[in-house]
């Protein structure tokens, strides 16, 4: 008969670094996951894909790339309440989630799913660029051609080439296709991931991703 190991619940607040508006989940989930479980149970919350993650935590760092790492529980950092550590997802867009253990309570037998308890603000489009390309969205969703118009861009070049009278002409053309390359490339993120709402964010949305990825393990296990 086997008897089942005994585990914590742990009550955890994440928060996405260096973006505005605020995004925030807060979770449970059990102490007994692989950190390449968390990943996945994270990653089904926010509705994203696998793209790699990276653990900080007192000291240390654990990583996706790492055979080592797959061997690693949640209940190894023993963490403390109000204790943080950092959480980051994507090799290239590089989400960083600064989270907080709020409290740890005792499982109980078939209580071990993980949970999302509440959150705040939309997860942004996880291949979009990264904070600063989510930043550059937002704004240009905002604020549209006043972000920067013809005018104001060939006026901050001319700026530039009074600055420097000896610079060659290409130069100043460079930066010029390097500015419109840039909006065009904004542009082609927004048509693709927008129109974007960063104050939305639904709980049920975020439980069913989750109750959906228990019943794809359920089934693998069986």
């Known amino acids: 008969?086997?008897?089942?190991?005994?585990?914590?619940?742990?009550?955890l607040r994440a928060v996405l670094r260096n973006v505005s508006p605020m995004v925030i989940r807060i979770l449970t989930v059990p102490d007994s996951l692989l950190l390449h479980e968390f990943d996945a149970v994270f990653r089904a919350v926010l509705g994203w894909d696998n793209i790699g993650f990276l653990f900080r935590v007192h000291g240390q760092e654990f990583n996706s790339f790492r055979r080592a790492t797959r061997s690693r529980t949640m209940r190894e950092f023993q963490l403390r309440p109000t204790e943080t550590f950092l959480y980051t997802c994507g090799a290239v867009d590089l989400w960083e989630w600064e989270i907080r253990l709020l409290d740890a309570e005792p499982g109980s037998v078939g209580n071990d799913a993980p949970l999302c308890l509440g959150g705040r603000g939309a997860a942004p489009p996880q291949h979009c660029g990264g904070p600063t390309g989510y930043r550059l969205m937002l704004k240009r969703q905002r604020m549209g051609e006043a972000m920067c118009t013809p005018v104001q861009m060939e006026a901050v070049l001319a700026m530039l080439a009074a600055s420097d009278p000896e610079a060659p002409p290409e130069t100043w053309r460079s930066y010029r296709q390097i500015l419109q390359e840039g909006f065009e490339s904004i542009d082609r993120r927004l048509q693709e991931y927008g129109p974007l709402q960063p104050e939305q964010f639904n709980l049920e949305e975020a439980n069913q991703r989750l109750a959906e990825r228990e019943d794809r393990m359920r089934w693998r296990r069986a």
Request: proline share 18%.
């Open 1 to 11: 008969m086997n008897v089942p190991t005994p585990f914590n619940r742990l009550i």
